[in-house]
């Protein structure tokens, strides 16, 4: 006679397979994020307007992929899960929410780069690649600790975000010399420094996309102290959308 296999083992088999089908849109989400980030980088050097435009409209697929994401964790949370699950349904609740972030701040990068178009280019520009370099890999690597389970990647995206803190503050110091030194350059300096403040803020992103990834593997086990460089008058306050 057949093997029947028992009910609760197909039920297992379907929750599973939701999971990995989660964790493949919200992997999907940070591939997005990423080359919106290059993209938005991108343009900046190459003072494309057109382009800037088309990452601007793109940001409209990170926010359908966030909300088809939500849909997809309240469903399997119907599904009555137990202490880790719950974590991993609060892990795909929380990390898309970051993802969405940092595709909007991208996004601001690329209007900033609009009105920077307008001006003549301003040198201390290209000091921004440096920070989206370190803060793409950040998030790269946080997504990289999402799909493995690996808190001790995670760890390390937590940590390095430091150095991007530290690369924002030298920047920030440079770009207001510069502005003191020369009247002319205060307009794109300031651009410059808002855009510069988003890149700094997608690192915080990653870092939260880390701690996530550390409560999903770890519970509750305790986080160590983070080091925090950012120095400039701008650390603490909320960045502006524009």
């Known amino acids: 006679m057949p ?10 088999k379907s929750y599973d397979e939701e999971q990995r089908r989660l964790t493949g849109e919200i992997l999907h989400m940070g591939e997005i994020a990423v080359a919106q980030l290059e993209a938005a980088m991108d343009v900046v050097d ?6 800037a435009q088309r990452i601007i409209a793109n940001d409209e697929a990170i926010d359908l992929l966030e909300a088809q994401v939500s849909h997809d964790v309240m469903q399997l949370a119907l599904r009555g899960p137990m202490a880790r699950d719950l974590r991993e349904i609060l892990a795909a609740l929380r990390i898309p929410t970051d993802l969405e972030r940092i595709g909007d701040y991208a996004a601001n990068v690329a209007k ?8 003549p280019p301003v040198p201390h ?15 790269r690597d946080a997504m990289a600790a999402y799909r493995d389970s690996d808190a001790e990647l995670a760890l390390q995206v937590r940590e390095r975000d430091a150095e991007l803190d530290a690369l924002y503050t030298g920047l920030f110091r440079e770009l207001l010399t510069y502005m003191m030194e020369d009247a002319r350059a205060i307009t794109p300096c300031t651009h410059l420094l808002f855009m510069a403040k988003n890149l700094e803020r997608i690192g915080d992103h990653a870092t939260n996309i880390a701690e996530n ?9 305790p986080l160590p102290p983070r080091d925090k460089r950012d120095e400039s008058p701008f650390a603490g306050a909320p ?4």
């Open 46 to 51: 190459r003072r494309d307007d057109r382009a």
């Open 112 to 119: 900033r780069s609009m009105a920077l178009n307008t001006l």
């Open 3 to 12: 093997t029947t296999t028992p009910p609760h083992e197909h039920i297992v």
């Open 213 to 221: 990834v550390w409560f999903l593997v770890r519970g509750d086990h």
């Open 239 to 242: 960045t502006a959308r524009l």
């Open 125 to 139: 520009a290209t000091g921004l690649r440096g920070l989206a370099q370190v803060a793409a890999q950040l998030v």
